[in-house]
């Protein structure tokens, strides 16, 4: 699962995608960070698996990964062919989700455009977010015109689709006033149905608020970002300030120079380390984790996950020959200090087949072939 980072040119998509790039070269044991030069894969930060690996000191850790693209060449138009245009959609659609970076920085040395790309334009937030969406929406009210035309065929045949065509219209009304199909309102049945149609505005998004140095050390007292923020709470969606040009320094840190920098600047967690967690969280996954001294691992699952496809996870035999699972979560493994300690206390507990994993579920499978 992908995620793409949009946003007008000069917001500083390029240069937050370097850092998460770089970070991920920075996490050793991830051999290909860069599979092309527009797609980083990028390791999840997790405490957990940190602790585990201090413990266990393995011969490997291995960190849970997502993907981000990066993708450029959207102005105001693109849904017309502007700028790279419709391939630009076309790389958004093949994405799950969307970190759609704001600047929210003034530099008079960096052009801030949004329609022309040699016309300078005053910073301005709310309006690049609309320039986005509205390209987005226009992509979106096309696909939705053919699915309608498709469905109207499709009637003449078999009265059922007549619903289809109601239902599309209503949503291409919708769209057609300047809204986003992910906050359109229609009963779970509609939903689903609407699903099916890869609309790039029923992406799920977060709002990436890019900052000079000092916005980013208080975000709350920054005009620009208050509006981002606003409008996130607005749609439910999340916002995480960045500091891109600085988070494209840290990611050049490691570990222990990384954790006395970020000390230094007083924040507990870099900007780029909560937008990976919250784009993980977004994308509806969660981790578990398997430790050892041969290896420890978070392994990505999507939320509601059972114990037999999360075994399948780390081997198809896994699933198939599926006995139980012998679970303890991360806090009580961490509370008590060890795996007998758990066990003593009874917190090491057998689960089966339909057993719901939860994030931070350290496992052991137990299966039969
Ligand atoms: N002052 C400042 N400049 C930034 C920041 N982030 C990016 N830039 C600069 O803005 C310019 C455009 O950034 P880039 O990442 O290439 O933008 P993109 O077109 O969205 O990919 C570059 O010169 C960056 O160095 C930032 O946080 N603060
Ligand atoms: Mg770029």
């Given at each position: ?8 040119p000069?917001?500083?998509?390029s ?8 970070a991920?070269?920075e ?38 990964v997502?993907e ?8 105001k ?7 790279l ?9 093949e994405?799950s ?27 301005d ?18 696909m ?10 499709a ?11 109601e ?12 809204n ?10 509609e ?8 609309l ?16 980013f ?31 494209a ?34 994308l ?35 699933e198939?020959?599926?006995i ?8 009580d ?20 087949k ?11 499978f137990r299966?039969?072939?």
């Amino acid at each position: 699962m992908k995620l793409g980072i949009v946003g007008l040119p000069n917001v500083g998509k390029s240069t937050l995608f370097n850092a998460i790039t770089n970070a991920g070269a920075e996490s050793a044991n991830y051999p290909f960070c860069t599979i092309d030069p527009n797609v980083g894969v990028v390791a999840v930060p997790d405490a957990r698996l940190d602790w585990l690996s201090e413990f266990y000191q393995p011969k490997k850790t291995t960190p849970a990964v997502i993907e981000f693209v990066d993708i450029a060449g959207l102005v105001k138009g693109a849904s017309k062919g502007a700028g790279l245009g419709n391939k630009f959609l076309a790389n958004i659609r093949e994405c799950s989700a969307i970190v759609h970076v704001v600047r929210c920085f003034d530099d008079e040395n960096i052009m801030h455009v949004v329609e022309n790309t040699n016309l300078n334009v005053p910073v301005d937030p709310m309006g690049d977010i609309d320039a986005i969406d509205l390209e987005l929406i226009m992509a979106d009210v096309e696909m939705v015109e053919r699915r309608i035309k498709k469905a109207e065929t499709a009637a003449k045949g078999d009265k059922k689709f007549l619903q289809e065509v109601e239902l599309f219209s209503r949503l291409r009304d919708w769209l057609n006033d300047g809204n986003s199909a992910r906050s359109f309102e229609c009963d779970e049945d509609e939903k689903a149905v609407i699903a099916t149609s890869e609309l790039l505005s029923l992406k799920p998004v977060i709002y990436a608020a890019n900052l000079d140095e000092d916005g980013f050390a208080a975000p709350d007292g920054v005009e620009y970002y208050q509006q981002v923020a606003q409008r996130a709470a607005k749609e439910g969606a999340q916002v995480i300030p960045v500091c891109a040009k600085l988070e494209a320094e840290i990611a050049e840190l490691d570990g222990d120079e990384k954790a006395m920098f970020l000390e230094d600047l007083g924040i507990a967690e870099s900007g780029l380390d909560r937008l990976i967690k919250a784009s993980y969280a977004l994308l509806g996954l969660i981790s578990f984790l398997t430790a050892g001294e041969d290896e420890c691992r978070a392994w990505t699952i999507t939320r509601g996950t059972k114990a037999p496809q999360a075994a399948g996870k780390i081997h198809t035999d896994f699933e198939r020959g599926f006995i139980r699972a012998e679970v303890v979560n991360f806090e009580d493994l961490k509370a008590t200090g060890s795996m007998n300690a758990a066990k003593e206390k009874g917190l090491v507990r057998s689960e089966g087949k339909d057993y719901v994993m939860n994030d931070g579920d350290i496992v052991l499978f137990r299966f039969n072939v």
